[in-house]
């Protein structure tokens, strides 16, 4: 087991197939407290329910004198689920990449008399621990992996939109294997239903939700959607390389250009 960086992204690399790896990290979640929402090995994703950081509760007096009793009284106003994507690489090994996603209760209104829950960044700290932990699961000794996680990592560069055939485009300055990986951790920590990829032609199968507009929208509504929901949209999105620079365009599902404003928007997203 390696971990191996590229800007601020990490991941690790094993030497054993990704269907022997399956089992070992599905139980790496379940010992760590979670739930799997989502378990698909052909598809190379796990994903699990959202939870609790119960580490960032206060661990005061009054706490530890009632918290056995009414743990559920007390909330850190935070939750976090995490998305494990595993790709096979050529000489047999599996890339095993760790993204978070995380959702905060703010006041709704001006009296704080209710809330909602509105998405917060992706923590890269938090993907980097968890990384470290599942080394830990599969040999590594805790003080190794503690040095191996240390060592600092540079930002990556920037992508920007740009438009090609009339079309929305994200232009990368890095070659394939760069950009695919970012592709794939950005659409892993926005929540992105990747339905299958195929790295060979350099593409995600995706659906996509198109926003409603309502800013009130809360937690359970963003998990379960709406009685009316509109249902989600299927789109390709395609990674082309040419020597150090990647476009990434969005296709819908038979491979051409779109003129909706979701191209647009999903290329805003990544």
Do not use: C
């Not at 009793?69 to 689920?81: C, H, I, P």
């Not at 001006?110 to 599969?138: G, H």
């Not at 190794?144 to 232009?171: C, D, F, H, W, Y």
């Not at 819908?252 to 999903?266: C, F, Y």
């Amino acid at each position: 087991v390696r971990i191996e960086r590229d800007g601020n992204q990490r991941w690790l690399v094993i030497k054993r197939p990704a269907d022997q790896l399956w089992e070992p990290v599905r139980d790496f979640w379940i010992q760590n407290g979670f739930t799997l929402a989502l378990d698909q090995p052909k598809v190379g994703i796990m994903e699990t329910d959202w939870a609790e950081n119960r580490a960032k509760l206060p661990q005061d007096i009054i706490r530890a004198t009632i918290g056995k009793v009414f743990d559920s009284l007390y909330s850190t106003g935070e939750r976090d689920k995490f998305r494990t994507r595993l790709e096979r690489a050529s000489d047999g090994s599996t890339e095993v990449f760790i993204s978070h996603r995380g959702m905060i209760e703010v006041y709704s209104s001006s009296n704080k008399d209710s809330t909602i829950w509105q998405p917060r960044p992706a923590d890269p700290e938090l993907e980097t621990e968890f990384l470290r932990r599942l080394m830990v699961q599969l040999g590594v000794s805790e003080e190794q992996s503690k040095a191996i996680v240390a060592v600092p990592v540079q930002l990556p560069p920037s992508a920007r939109i740009a438009t090609v055939n009339g079309a929305p485009a994200l232009q990368l300055d890095e070659g394939f294997d760069r950009a695919w990986r970012r592709v794939g951790l950005a659409l892993d920590r926005t929540g992105f239903t990747v339905e299958d990829r195929d790295r060979s032609n350099g593409m995600y199968f995706v659906r996509y939700v198109a926003p409603t507009g309502d800013k009130k929208e809360g937690f359970f509504s963003k998990m379960f959607g709406p009685k009316d929901a509109v249902p989600p949209l299927q789109y390709r999105i395609a990674v082309r390389s040419e020597g150090n620079a990647s476009t990434v365009t969005v296709q819908n599902a038979s491979g051409a250009p779109e003129s909706s404003a979701n191209p647009h928007n999903i290329s805003r997203v990544l």
